[in-house]
């Protein structure tokens, strides 16, 4: 199947395969009640069954047992439609159940079945249908031999004032047709209401076009498939008109305009594109005032460039000039990331609704309580936040917080809590989402990560680390948790979002207790405080903001824990200390001769790496790796020095996540010059 | 780049759409339900709407009535994926709003150029 590399396919396809075999399990044991009930509830629920085994298994190219799907789909359908299941009908679809999971047995193990049985569970089917069969795929239309040199098709096209309102344009079928090569060649405009009786989401314009007469009739009729119904439609021979026509691409193309205008709604969507934003007046003036101190500057620095010698009042003046100069170009650039940030609460703004919907369709009581909302994040950071935090609210009332009764029983109060808060911290903006519900299974989630295949049957995880699985892609593609206990669809949305973004997400859960859900983002994209770093010959970044402090070893605070892991204490703290040029893959663990460590903090734990020298500190703009090269591992991004030497910038929190695990990760890189 | 909501129960299905629609550079929101998607609605800024049409609980035809009168999906185009064109139930799907169909199993290629068709 193009479109998909082969593995994505498999891995879907093995997916599909293990659905099918619970919807067949489901499919049985709703049979099996057939004979002494007929709920719509279990009818509806075993057609859905075999619809999406019929559905999936043409999509995933499993297409012997299409045929046998279809036919047990049309009995069901039946069935769904009043007809009253007869012992013999059960028992053929019984009969039809054991073969799918059969040919789809075969099909785990890399084999296709041959299906020899099915055409006489199909003749059963039938059979206990009583009837010649229905809903067979209708008799493909006849074929209308391409007449070269025939005359032209002539389509008399007047949509019906409703076509817009199922979504449908006339400007599309208008731009197919053109595809086809058609065109206007007359716009009845006689039934447009005044303009004071118009209303937008009708539709009053008629059109006749032309198609050429090589163009087959089944092709014409396709375009207007979808609005048969909604349209007056007159499609026949015609002799030739004027040449002298308008293109009908050319109107297509003019026409958005106008029809973007009349249909109001579509409109204002486009209108709302991510382009603009809106900026509060202090922060512009804030801006000017910045630009006034940097026209001040901009005289005093012209001055000294005057006649006469370049003593030293002269040099000391240069030096100040440069400083404010300095000053200034930080304070701007300041602002201008001001300007760019937005408060959380916009996207905070959508959660109440969303709480109170999801809480009342599920008869939970829910409050909610939302602070930091004032707290200002980057714009770009802001748009791509509001998806995940959607996620993250939903799972917390459909799988965290307990029915009302339940919590009663529990000892809680009846209406959950979930609380949303943002804040500052260091460079980052941290979002927390909290609830006091039941907390994730993790020992379900852990075996159904096992079973999954994303982590070995003996890996050892903290309960935070085994928390965080549910933002596996496997995971979540797999819904495996979700009806249980755990939360399925849709966390690895937020995982990639918030990835995207270069942001964190932490999960923390306590059994009974509530599970809190951690966004960490950088607060801008583009620029950090940086502290230049030399390991062996390379210069690397690393984030001002993480750095605690920077001590000279003491060998009698330095120790070695078994397996291997070193620890140093500074003050009452136990700390483990990493070479880092061992981590980066410079040199070999255990030979660094440097005595200088400095102190990161990440994620509210302390990590020591050792370094062979501080430079300087200075201001970096971050150029993605991942965009440029390919992410790797430890590394954040890279930047250009002043002297044009590109410097990495090292991932700490990467880091500290191998260091931690007792792993240190290998980089294979060069630093480029 | 679109953003496309493609809603089918079956995690596999729609991981497949999903997977090939974000291969061509969409943007894809996906919902196991109906509710689901009703919840994002009024959320996020939808293009286009992918429905099964056989859900649980919400079914797809309820879906598109209740998405017809949410004012951000009023006018949305929704095309149903149908394993069969049954000229009864193309009536119903129209009656409920539905812009168009597409009947499943479907080429990738398919499945792009029936929605470029839309969404242009």
Redesign the interface.
Known sequence: ????DAA??AA??A??LE?SFEGLDRAEAGLLTLDTAVTDEVV??L??AI??I???????GIDEITGLA?TM?SVLDDVRSGAAPTPAMTAALLRGVDELRLALEERRAGRVASGAAHAGVCAALTAARGAAPR?V??APPVPVAPAVNAAPWRVEFAPLPHL??????PL?LL??LASLGGTVIAVDTSRLPRFEDLDP?ECHLAWTLEVPGAVERAAIDEVF??VD??CTLAITRAAPVAADAPALAAIAADAPMATSER?G??AS?EA?AIGSIRVGVDKIDQLMNMIGELVITQSMLGELDGEGPVDAERLARLREGLSQLARNTRAMQESVVRLRSMPVGVVFG?IP??VH??GA?LGKEVALELSGGTTELDKTVLEKL??PL?HIV?NSIDHGIELPDARAAAGKPRHGTIRLHAEHRGSEIVIEVADDGRGLDLPRIRAKAVERGLIGADTALTDDETAKLIFAPGFS???VVSDVSGR???MD?VWRHIKELGGQVDVQSSPGAGTRTILRLPLTLAIIDGQLIRVLEHQYVVPLLSIVESVQIDPRRRARLAGGHDIYRVREQIVPIVDLGAALGLRPPGVATSSLLMIVETDGAPLGLIVDELLAQQQVVIKSLESNYQRVDGLAGATILGDGRVAFILDIVDLARHARRGRVGHADHEQAA | MSRIMVVDDSNSMRALIAQTLRGAGHEVTEAADGQFALDLVGTTKIDLFLCDVNMPRIDGLTLVKRLRTLAPSKFTPILMLTTEVDPEKIKVAKAAGATGWMVKPFQPDQLLATIRKVLT
């Open positions: 199947m193009s479109g998909l994505t396919f879907l396809q997916t599909f659905e509806g629920e057609f859905r619809h999406s019929k559905g999936g298994a043409g999509a995933f279809h789909e809903g795929a209708p817009m309102r199922n979504g449908n344009d599309r731009r197919e989401t498939a979808w119904g909604d249909a709604a579509p969507r709302s959508r609704r969303l919907d999801v369709r509001g998806d959607v939903r593609t797999a819904e399925g669809v849709g949305v």
